[in-house]
């Protein structure tokens, strides 16, 4: 018999994230690939999301609605009331994961009431995807910004008395105050196959899996086609199919129609399941985050979901921010430049052509390095270790 029993813990991953919203597509793969790896990993994980207007609870046992959110009002009743309700009386949590959203003095008041007094010893994490984030937005209205203010100084004033670590993408040892738990993001490998051989024929198509965002930079892609003939080896032509939408949609729209590429590059809109792997089955290079310098954080303060999409489908990739899982020992990333300038796409086609010439072989060697080093089990391993010290 072994010396020690690991014991399973209850936990719950809590979001705000509307998984009804197509445009969201990429993050509720994420949140569902997170529970699936806490429970690989011996926990009972149960899920909290939103969709459409209701309040979903995913449980090992069903799944079932726990309140409607008709209105601002009973949203702001649930998410300080109504939640701390079902806490208490449900399922006995030893860890809380709750994905960071605008938080306010009264909703930390809450948890840190249910830490001390309906659940001692319960762990409070707090997931924050992007740090620092608050140049990531985009037209906010006056509410917003009110709303972004409240959340900063709650969070600078209250987190470190209510949570037990944040759980971020960057390389901050402590946020708020708090302790970190270092990670990057992951991915989901439960259900892929190893990619099949991409023929190049005349045609090199790019894809760009993303939210359709100014931090994005998309805009530098598309400019950068409108002078790719001028030097593209082999003579091929060139397609970018983006897959994603945002606020940058329509501003995109209005440059592609300037530039005259109504022909070369494709809106698909958000994609999943057969339709975007056939998409990616057809293309030969990923479009990563050409534009994170725009919200200062192209230094590897945080990593995205699409690298990750790309490695995996064994679909080389370009970005110009830093990502610590592909750094400058990872062949298959090409950095580009992290400034306002154009991509050079001759220089892009290049790697790719030396790439295939050199390492027939790569999409295999990189679907199972993704496989080994990127799932969120190997991920989240970290939170699970501090969850169970």
Request: net charge neutral; charged share 25%; proline share 5%.
């Amino acid at each position: 018999m072994p010396d020690h029993i690991p014991i399973k813990m209850h936990l719950i991953l809590i979001t705000r994230v509307n998984t009804g919203n197509p445009v969201l597509v990429g993050v509720t793969k994420k949140i569902h690939g997170q529970v699936e790896a806490l429970r690989e990993l011996g926990n009972t994980s149960d899920l909290m999301y939103i969709q459409g207007s209701d309040v979903v609870v995913e449980a090992v046992d069903g799944r079932r609605t726990i309140s409607r959110l008709r209105h601002a009002w009973s949203r702001f009743l649930f998410y300080h009331f109504g939640l701390f309700r079902f806490l208490r009386s449900g399922r006995p949590y030893d860890g809380l994961l709750i994905r960071h959203f605008r938080m306010d003095p009264l909703f930390l008041f809450q948890l840190w009431r249910f830490k001390t007094f309906s659940h001692p010893g319960c762990k409070i994490v707090l997931e924050v995807p992007t740090y620092p984030y608050d140049r990531e937005g985009h037209d906010q209205t006056w509410l917003d910004r009110i709303e972004s203010d409240v959340d900063h100084w709650t969070l600078t004033w209250l987190a470190n008395i209510v949570f037990s670590r944040v759980l971020t993408y960057s390389r901050y040892d402590r946020i708020w105050g708090v302790s970190t738990i270092q990670t990057d993001n992951g991915i989901s490998v439960t259900g892929i196959a190893p990619p099949p051989p991409r023929a190049l024929d005349r045609v090199f198509r790019m894809i760009a899996i993303t939210s359709v965002e100014p931090w994005q930079g998309l805009d530098r892609i598309i400019r950068g086609m409108a002078r790719a003939p001028q030097g593209i080896p082999g003579g091929l032509s060139i397609e970018l199919h983006i897959v994603g939408n945002g606020a940058a949609l329509k501003d995109l729209q209005e440059l592609v129609s300037e530039l005259d590429l109504g022909q070369s590059v494709i809106f698909h809109g958000p994609s999943s399941g057969l339709a975007l792997d056939d998409l990616l089955t057809k293309a030969h290079v990923g479009v990563g985050s050409l534009g994170r310098h725009r919200t200062g954080n192209e230094g590897g303060q945080t990593t995205t979901l699409k690298a990750r999409e790309y490695a995996l489908r064994g679909l080389p990739f370009f970005q110009s921010m830093v990502d610590h899982d592909f750094g400058t020992d990872y062949r298959y990333c090409l950095r580009v430049p992290s400034h306002e300038d154009a991509i050079d796409l001759s220089d892009v086609v290049k790697w790719y052509l030396d790439l295939a010439r050199d390492t027939p072989d790569f999409a295999t060697w990189m679907y199972h390095d993704a496989v080994k080093r990127l799932s969120w089990t190997r991920k989240l391993k970290p939170v699970h270790d501090f969850l169970h010290a």
